[in-house]
């Protein structure tokens, strides 16, 4: 059970990096934070709404994903007791 404690701590870091390079590459709504670094210049390369849709489900996926190894993590321990 070690090792597969190991492999999901890895995927949770892996995922978790995955989640936040996502994130900043969602186009942003204006009046935040990603308007200080150039987030509310339009660009004629500005992502078309397909793409976002796109990114907004790997992101949601990612994020689920995350959440189904972190309660692989906090359940694995309670088997491994009962055996």
């Known amino acids: 059970m070690d ?3 190991l492999a999901l701590q ?3 870091v892996v995922l978790s ?3 936040v390079l ?3 590459l969602h186009k942003g709504r204006g009046g935040g934070v990603s308007d200080m670094f150039g987030g509310g210049v339009t660009t004629s390369m500005s992502s078309s ?3 976002q849709r796109l990114l907004t489900r790997l992101t949601v996926g990612s ?7 972190i309660a692989l993590l906090g359940v694995l321990p309670r088997l491994t007791l009962e055996s």
């Open 63 to 69: 994020v689920v994903a995350w959440g189904v190894v």
């Open 3 to 5: 090792v597969l404690t």
């Open 49 to 51: 709404g397909s793409a």
């Open 17 to 19: 990096m995955v989640i």
């Open 22 to 24: 996502l994130i900043l």
């Open 10 to 12: 890895i995927l949770v």
